[in-house]
């Protein structure tokens, strides 16, 4: 009878511990799947595509381009040199689109899709209306493909824009503002709606 209890009494134990281990590794392999879960979660990306556009009158102006942040970085004579093209952008290359003719610093751009590229420098920055908007960085840029180059004067600020940002303004009925701006420097130049 003693070894009959005794028995019940192993068996109780053993199958308590069991229950107990059972409750543990259950709880192990939930916190195992909540850390899977969150580590697998998507990431912010750190160039964001987007857009901005403007209606002028019946003009649509359109622009498109992927914004990276300046991260702690010296961007305009560091990351981008001077005196080099860039695609004004990451990724691919910002594309401007209009329905309209535009008149820019006393130039035609006539209505259509153009990559838009700059050539950043201290003193002046060019800016570059090209017939191949669909390229990856400025990896096909080609000068023979621009059909409108203007010269501005950058600006130079004390507070840093982290993100790349470009905007469109409604200046009248007929004309609009461009502006793009990133870590401390920022640029911009009117148009018109010319038909």
């Known amino acids: 009878m003693k070894a009959h209890i005794s028995f019940s009494i192993l068996f109780g134990t053993l199958l308590l511990m069991a229950c107990n281990q059972e409750k543990k590794e259950t709880k192990t392999i939930l916190e195992n799947s909540k850390t899977e879960t969150t580590s697998q979660s998507p990431k912010k990306p750190l160039s964001p595509h987007t857009s901005t556009m403007v209606m002028i009158d019946d003009a649509h102006i359109h622009i498109e381009y992927s914004s990276p942040g300046v991260r702690d970085r010296i961007v305009f004579g560091g990351l981008l040199p001077y005196d080099a093209v860039w695609q004004a952008g990451a990724h691919m290359a910002t594309w401007i689109e209009t329905n309209k003719d535009l008149k820019m610093d006393g130039k035609k751009l006539k209505a259509g899709k153009y990559g838009f590229f700059v050539i950043p420098n201290k003193e002046e920055w060019t800016i570059i209306f090209n017939t191949n908007w669909d390229q990856h960085g400025k990896d096909e840029y080609d000068e023979k493909e621009d059909v409108l180059r203007f010269k501005v004067i950058p600006k130079i600020s004390e507070d840093i824009q982290e993100h790349l940002e ?8 007929t004309s609009g ?16 709606v010319t038909n």
């Open 166 to 173: 470009y905007k469109i303004t409604k200046t009248s009925n």
């Open 177 to 192: 503002n461009i502006s793009m701006s990133w870590e401390k420097v920022a640029i911009d130049f009117p148009f018109e």
